[in-house]
Structures are given as C-alpha cells and as structure tokens.
C-alpha cells in the first residue's frame, strides 16, 4: 500500500507560480501512474495531472493544460507538480495518489492529507 505525503503549497496572487511535492513510499509507487487531484471548497475532488510510470507520457485536466506540468523521479519516490499562471480558480486542497493511466479513478482510498493552495486575485 502506498503512503502519500503532499508538500509545497501557500498562498499566491493570481499569475503566480507553486511547485508541490509528493514523496509516496510503498512498493507499488514505481509501477503505477500517479497522479494528482484537488479539491475546491464545497466540490468534489477532480483530477489535475497524471504520469505514467515510465515518465515518458502525462495527461492534464483541460483546465490546467499549458499550466501545469507533472513529473516524476522514481529513484526519489518523488512526484512533483510545476503550476504556473494560477488563477483564483485553481484554489484547493492538492492530493496526489496512485491512478488509473487512462481515466482519473485513484488507486487507494489511503489519502494523504493534502497541500492547500490559496490564489486570490
């Protein structure tokens, strides 16, 4: 089982820039994609970025493409997320978790407990 612990987020200005970090443990990480999703206050979690395993391939949201860039370093069991030109709508609590590689279902149900990000305009 895969255990998730989410860092880097704060509070920016809308054009601002945030790099989140996610350090997963657990023999599983390297096989899997990851991904990572938020959640608005009063909204349901969605899907932002995903990786594949092999950090060749990654997919993003329509609401955060040409923003957001994923990546990976399995050697580190470190997933990261680049957000660049954020926007007031782009606020949340950030989780990132193990996911399906061809749609947003999460492969655990063990969440960490997030990295909110706060973008006032």
């Known amino acids: 089982q895969v255990q998730l612990v989410e860092s880097g987020g704060g509070s920016v200005q809308s054009g601002g820039s945030l790099k989140l970090t996610c350090v997963a443990s657990?023999?599983?990480?390297?096989?899997?994609?990851m991904g990572w999703f938020r959640q608005a206050p009063g909204k349901e979690r969605e899907g932002v970025a995903r990786?594949?395993?092999?950090?060749?391939?990654?997919d993003y949201a329509e609401s955060v493409e040409g923003r957001f860039t994923v990546s990976r370093d399995n050697a580190k069991n470190t997933v990261w997320l680049q957000m660049t030109s954020l926007k007031p709508e782009d606020t949340g609590t950030y989780y990132c978790?193990?996911?399906?590689?061809?749609?947003?279902?999460?492969?655990?149900?063990?969440w960490g407990r997030g990295t909110r990000v706060t973008v006032s305009s």
């Open positions: 978790a193990p996911v399906q590689c061809d749609r947003w279902v999460p492969l655990t149900a063990n």
């Open positions: 657990g023999d599983d990480y390297i096989h899997k994609c």
């Open positions: 990786i594949y395993p092999s950090t060749r391939f990654t």
